[in-house]
């Protein structure tokens, strides 16, 4: 479970990129995270594993984030980056998503298993020894969320995860995400995307959340979503 209470974010020049946000994702649930840009989505994405500082509470099972529990929250919480070029930058596949387990200390048996575990399971053991200077965006996309599924967090958080993905890939991707259990936020501008993948979403504007509730109630709300800056489906 995530639990967010009156989280803010305020930068240097006094700009609230993130004002009094609250919300709760059970565990399982998919919550997409929807608004203009410069709604606040990324400041939240980063403050919820401490790389922006910030007031309020983000409490993660039972862990508050704090100083001296932020090594911790940032195994339970994945953040999969818009750019999968910013997670992948060793010479093979295998190589990024062992990255992050030997860093813990892990065994290499147990990274092995985890590692072909992973390509296998999102269905990419093809790529194993190959480079990401030589992949598909899909191809990077799927591996860069390999590299974060091997950590094991129990919350995953998503930035724009279909930017750049050809339909056939978008597709593949959609079937992978909704088959995960994992908790997960995804923030994106693909509302098509987001009412199948996410039960809920929240809509950020200016920092602050605008609504929240069923995607199906809010996503096809011309008014409401006109109103927050968003444009609704099918408009």
Same mark, same amino acid.
């Given at each position: 479970?995530?639990?967010?209470?009156?989280?803010?974010?305020?930068?240097?020049?006094?700009?609230?990129?993130?004002?009094?946000?609250? %919300?709760?994702i059970p565990k399982g649930e998919h919550v997409a995270?929807?608004?203009?840009?410069?709604?606040?989505?990324s400041s939240l994405i980063l403050s919820l594993v401490g790389v922006i500082p910030s007031q309020g509470k983000i409490q993660v099972d039972d862990v508050t984030l704090s100083s001296k529990t932020i090594q911790e929250i940032r195994k339970k919480i994945g953040i999969v980056f818009q750019n999968p070029d910013d997670q992948? &930058?060793?010479?093979?596949?295998?190589?990024?998503?062992? %990255?992050?387990?030997r860093n813990l200390g892990i065994?290499?048996?147990?990274?092995?298993?985890?590692v072909n575990d992973r390509l296998q399971l999102l269905g990419i053991s093809h790529l194993k020894n190959k480079s990401a200077l030589k992949m598909s965006g899909g191809e990077k996309r799927l591996a860069a969320l390999a590299s974060i599924l091997a950590m094991k967090p129990s919350i995953m958080v998503l930035d724009e995860p279909t930017a750049f993905?050809?339909? =056939?890939?978008?597709?593949?991707?959609?079937?992978?995400? =909704?088959?995960?259990?994992?908790?997960?936020?995804?923030?994106?501008?693909?509302?098509? &995307?987001? =009412?199948?993948?996410?039960e809920n979403c929240i809509i950020l504007k200016k920092g602050k959340v605008f609504a929240q509730g069923k995607s199906e109630d809010l996503l096809y709300?011309?008014?409401?979503?006109?109103?927050?800056?968003?444009e609704a489906i099918g408009v």
């Open positions: 479970m995530l639990e967010v209470e009156n989280l803010t974010v305020t930068y240097p020049d006094g700009t609230k990129a993130v004002d009094q946000v609250s %919300f709760t995270l929807i608004g203009a840009n410069g709604a606040g989505k992948l &930058f060793l010479p093979t596949i295998y190589d990024d998503i062992a %990255f992050g387990p065994d290499e048996k147990t990274i092995e298993y985890r993905l050809d339909p =056939k890939a978008r597709r593949n991707l959609i079937n992978i995400l =909704k088959s995960l259990p994992h908790t997960m936020l995804i923030a994106t501008h693909d509302l098509t &995307f987001a =009412k199948e993948v996410c709300n011309v008014q409401l979503m006109d109103e927050g800056g968003v």
